[in-house]
């Protein structure tokens, strides 16, 4: 782990550009540029704001404002499209940049936390808005807003280690990756983000509970929505997964780091 650590520090310089390249290539021949970044899950939002809000609104718990429905729907899905994002890039992160491999030494590790520093970039100019909104609105969490930082914090270990895990299979299995693109696709709808847990049956929000996400998830509302520190109890199942996940991850990463190359 103290290598790893020391290597991500050693190539700062070349994370930091390849991040900085990957940002502008990916918009520079775009009419609207990064406005696309914010366009996109904006349009979602409404999408589902339009749907779902007079179905929802009346099942908000507490005092619900004209702005309650989509404070509620942004406090879960812009978290998850970090974790959506972050997975999704980390799964081919090897398999997409296998040229890149084959013809540079440097420590592969520098490719998961590249991805990690452009999801990163894109979630933080995403979140900025939605805090804007929060403050112009006069829903803003005040102190409660700290709370975000151990959320996000396991959130990012846990896809950390669930990404690069998938990654390293995905070399050598590549109906990892298309499995998992389906699989995210339900694990959506199985964590809480359209809908409110709290008006399920009991039995399904225990159920519902079993989703790692679902902590994480309840615990955003429960800073945005309902004003409040999250219930760190519902963290303990996401917290045991990430540590057994990182650990998983750079077992395996370490063990096939030479084989990726030769599989490529």
């Not at 930091?16 to 390249?21: A, E, L, V």
């Amino acid at each position: 782990m103290k290598a790893l650590l020391m290597s991500i520090f050693n190539y700062r310089g070349f994370i930091g550009s390849s991040i900085k390249r990957d940002f502008q290539s990916r918009y520079k021949t775009s009419m609207l540029g990064a406005a696309w970044l914010v366009l996109q899950p904006l349009a979602m939002i409404i999408v589902y704001t339009v749907i779902f809000a007079e179905v929802m609104r009346a099942r908000m718990p507490g005092d619900t404002g004209p702005f309650a429905y989509s404070i509620y729907i942004c406090a879960g899905l812009l978290p998850w499209g970090l974790f959506a994002e972050l997975v999704t890039r980390l799964q081919t992160v090897f398999v997409d940049n296998a040229n890149f491999l084959k013809k540079i030494n440097f420590p592969r590790i520098c490719l998961p936390v590249i991805s990690l520093g452009t999801s990163f970039i894109n979630f933080t100019i995403i979140f900025s808005l939605y805090i804007a909104f929060l403050l112009v609105t006069n829903n803003f969490p005040g102190v409660y807003i700290l709370g975000i930082i151990p959320l996000l914090i396991i959130q990012v270990l846990f896809a950390l280690g669930l990404g690069i895990t998938l990654g390293v299979l995905n070399v050598f299995f590549r109906d990892v990756s298309q499995f998992m693109n389906i699989l995210l696709q339900f694990w959506f709808w199985f964590t809480p983000i359209i809908y409110i847990i709290d008006v399920l049956p009991k039995w399904a929000s225990q159920w519902l509970m079993l989703n790692p996400m679902t902590g994480l998830i309840v615990g955003y509302q429960s800073i945005f929505v309902k004003k409040q520190w999250p219930d760190w109890s519902n963290l303990y199942l996401v917290a045991t997964l990430s540590v057994i996940l990182l650990i998983t991850a750079f077992h395996l990463f370490r063990k096939h780091s030479g084989d990726m190359v030769d599989e490529l």
